[in-house]
DNA sequence: ACTAATAACATTTTT
DNA sequence: TGTTATTAGT
């Protein structure tokens, strides 16, 4: 039973509009999901048939959450028969029913990304040309943003905008390379991700009754993460809702960070313009964070401009401010978040799972791991290789798609030679050229060499064939025998098993838990089918159809371990913690190098920075190290520039590790959270700056001594004034003044960690100088001047 | 044809 | 620094 009480005014009108269409713009922590959730059960209770009800999400998490939330509200019998899923999955469905109109066959193969990425590699070696001009993932980026905006390889050839691009890139051919790369697709009866919208679009496109078939089917549709859909996305849904006009999107523009996969953050934004007369409601009250820190992400979001207006508040308490804090390199910063994480769950009584540390880039996760096991906290890493990414499992499923699709060219480039069986590269290249020189696909040739012309041994056309006859074997049981079984004989008879089951050592032990893991998987499945959709329902092309969309085995989130989470900020996204930390938050990082070079990604930075603070309900660290390792380099970094963009009334600047010493802080962390006494470091006034500190081990010696032990010896808050620097890289000037004197391009200094070396640079006014140094010895380097420790020569 | 060595390289990544 | 892809060597 839906009661409407549960939820606030405006959630509860957002619940019961259906006439038309509308907006829902739901803030950070505003109940996204749950107006979502009671709008298909209010649906339901006013009579909709559960199979009218399409309901798009991105991620299946989002969508099983959603399945699960509803069948908790409404019995589980209807919630089963509702159309719901991410974009994805829900129209790789149709298109299997519908595959014919297309021209595929209803087995088509998905191609996931390295597939893609494969195929056009050998595309641009076919063609002859360099793969260092023409690098395949930017190649593959160029057409998936192409596909994205619905652009045929044929509008790509005529798109002016597109011709222009690739040749200022110096890749003027990509219009051949994607023309080639859809019909080799089209050859090996695949889809890529992007296809499934594409041929969905098109299918709808080209077959009105088809269309009008589905719009009459779909009599409500819910969209969840709007601000994330692309422009193929967004056309989909259009012919989908036009005739009716009762749709319900929902999402946050202030959270869009995907921009970089497709996303179109103006498809939100216009949407009133394309359903004109759609109602907008807005969900402004944040029942995750404390005043504080949806305070602090207000401020900070509000320098972004072209976005939906809304005040997000919190009627929770103030809580503390945002804890601000500066490290003299990347080893303290993860030393002194570990410490305090260790303070917290020892002396607060925090669960580790109650806390979080976000990153922008996964090579971050590594210095956290190592500061963390050193204290031994429980921590678990997300993000990096997905379970069906591994080779083994990339491997066994290629052989399972060869069976359900032989043309499949990606899955046999894989499988061919492994376990080896003495096809090599020459022979490979041999059916290559011979299938482009027939018309063919290469399956066709390796199924019967004999009738091409390709100049192969007689031997090792019959190790052709006899793969070919083993792929065919595998293939004649696919109608007729579940997934487990067949999948239990092909990893049998095509010698993967006693392949991975060969060696002792522990990354093979870990290799075979891995192929277990994957047939226990499939006989999991097949009990599923069995019981919900009958036995007919549980072969090999079934599972492949769940198993190709899904990137994420590794969910099992036991709530029961508890463990610190490490991620990036954008796998952070839909989650919340009790208590987060947000680290490395410094120029060129966070916001990153690579998208500081337009406004547009410099807001996308803002929002990702936005998205990481609203993870938090009670706490919110920020922290940044001076030096950081980089490439294996130690370099030079500044605070972010987005520090600034907060409101100074919600940060507290200050050590962590400091935190005992500051109890006349206002609002200091004893407030909520008794952070206890914890700190190798003492805290003083160093005489340079009110807010300099130094540790507990006083620098003995000079300068230079100093320096060459910079680690733990010394480090500066963001108070020193204007640390925070408003934009990294200042202009070319022609001398800097430093304490022993003026320095110019030219200048040979020895640095006390570095050696002798020459200025080759000067950059930035003030407490930005930056000096680029070539070192006779470590190369070139950047000096910040107001930390570097020299002398000039 | 496979392994070892080396060079190039490097955001984020729901599907 | 750490991975990944190509190349050289056996």
């Known amino acids: ?98 595959a014919t109109s297309i021209g595929f066959t209803s087995n088509f193969t998905i191609y996931d990304a390295a597939d893609s990425k494969s195929l056009i590699k050998t595309i641009i070696r076919e063609m002859g040309l360099d793969d260092k001009q023409y690098k395949p993932a930017t190649v593959a980026a160029h057409i998936s943003a192409a596909k994205n905006r619905l652009v045929s390889p044929e509008a790509y050839a005529h798109d002016i905008t597109c011709i222009r691009a690739d040749q200022a890139s110096r890749m003027p051919q990509i219009t051949d390379i994607y023309a080639r790369y859809a019909a080799r697709c089209r050859q090996a009866d695949a889809l890529d991700f992007d296809d499934i919208l594409v041929y969905t679009y098109a299918l709808f496109s080209q077959h009105p009754d088809i269309r009008a078939r589905y719009e009459d089917r779909f009599h409500f549709i819910l969209v969840d993460e709007y601000q994330d859909t692309n422009f193929a996305q967004h056309a989909i849904v259009w012919q989908l809702a036009e005739h009716r006009q009762r749709l319900a999107v929902v999402g946050d523009d202030a959270q869009s960070i995907y921009s970089f996969r497709g996303a179109n953050i103006d498809n939100i934004l216009s949407f009133q313009k394309l359903y004109p007369g759609a109602k907008l409601f807005k969900l402004e009250q944040n029942y995750r964070s404390t005043k504080n820190i949806v305070g602090a992400a207000n401020s900070l979001i509000r320098h972004n401009k072209g976005q939906i207006p809304k005040e997000v508040f919190s009627e929770k308490p103030d809580g503390q401010p945002l804890h601000v804090s500066g490290f003299m390199s990347d080893i303290e910063e993860a030393a002194a978040v570990a410490k305090h994480i260790h303070n917290l769950c020892d002396y607060d009584h925090v669960g580790c799972h109650e806390i979080a540390i976000l990153y922008r880039t996964n090579a971050q996760s590594r210095t956290f791991e190592d500061a963390l096991r050193k204290l031994g906290i429980p921590y678990r890493v997300f993000g990096g290789l997905s379970f069906y990414q591994r080779k083994e499992i990339k491997d066994m499923i290629a052989y399972f798609r060869l069976a359900v699709n032989p043309n499949d060219e990606e899955a046999l480039r894989r499988v061919i030679n492994y376990p080896a069986r003495g096809i090599g590269q020459t022979t490979l290249q041999k059916v290559a050229d011979a299938a482009v020189a027939a018309g063919v696909g290469p399956w066709q040739v390796v199924a019967d060499p004999d009738s091409y012309n390709t100049g192969i041994s007689k031997a090792t056309a019959a190790k052709l064939m006899a793969f070919a006859d083993l792929i065919r074997s595998f293939a004649a049981d696919v109608t007729h025998t579940d997934a487990a079984t067949l999948g239990r004989r092909i990893a049998k008879e095509s010698g993967m098993e006693s392949e991975i089951f060969r060696g002792r050592e522990p990354e093979d032990i870990s290799r075979q838990e891995n192929l277990q893991e994957l047939l226990n998987g499939m006989n999991q499945f097949v009990d599923e089918r069995n019981e919900e959709d009958g036995p007919d329902r549980a072969l090999m092309t079934h599972y492949l159809q769940e198993v190709s969309l899904i990137s994420d085995l590794e969910e099992s989130n036991d709530d029961s371990d508890e463990k610190v989470s490490l991620m990036t900020v954008h796998s952070a996204k839909g989650l919340e913690f009790r208590i987060v930390f947000i680290v490395g938050m410094e120029e060129n990082l966070f916001p990153n190098q690579m998208a500081t070079s337009s406004l547009r990604e410099l807001e996308e930075e803002r929002r990702l920075f936005y998205v990481a603070i609203t993870r938090a309900e009670e706490l919110c660290y920020i922290t940044f190290a001076m030096n950081r390792y980089r490439y294996g380099k130690q370099e030079f970094s500044t605070p972010s520039s987005f520090l600034s963009d907060i409101d100074d009334k919600f940060i507290l600047k200050r050590d962590p590790s400091a935190s005992r010493q500051s109890s006349s802080d206002a609002g200091g962390p004893r407030a909520m959270s008794p952070t206890p006494p914890m700190s190798r470091f003492g805290r003083k006034t160093a005489p340079e700056s009110p807010f300099a500190y130094r540790s507990k081990t006083p620098p003995t010696g000079s300068h ?15 108070f020193s004034s204007g640390a925070v620097a408003a934009t990294p890289g200042g202009k070319s000037v022609e001398s800097a003044t430093t304490a022993q004197g003026t320095l110019r391009v030219g200048s040979v200094i020895v640095h006390a960690r570095f050696g002798r070396g020459h200025v080759t640079a000067l950059t930035g006014q003030g407490v930005d100088a930056k000096a680029t140094v070539e070192f006779d010895n470590v190369g070139s380097k950047q000096l910040l001047l107001r930390f570097a420790k020299f002398t000039i020569v």
């Not at 230079?704 to 963001?718: C, D, K, L």
């Open 1 to 98: 039973m839906v009661n409407l009480q549960d939820l606030n005014p405006a959630q509860r009108e957002a619940v019961t509009y259906c006439d038309g269409p509308s907006l829902v713009i739901a803030g950070a922590g505003s109940g996204k999901t749950r107006v979502l959730t009671y709008k298909i059960a209010y649906l339901l209770e006013q009579g909709m048939a559960p199979w009218n009800i399409l309901a798009l999400t991105f991620t299946n998490k989002a969508a099983d959450e959603m399945k699960n939330r509803i069948a908790r509200q409404v019995d589980s019998e209807k919630a089963q028969r509702l159309w719901m899923g991410t974009f994805h999955s829900v129209f790789a469905r149709i298109l299997r029913i519908e």
């Open 704 to 718: 230079a001594e100093n320096a060459a032990q910079p680690s733990g010896s010394r480090w500066h808050s963001i």
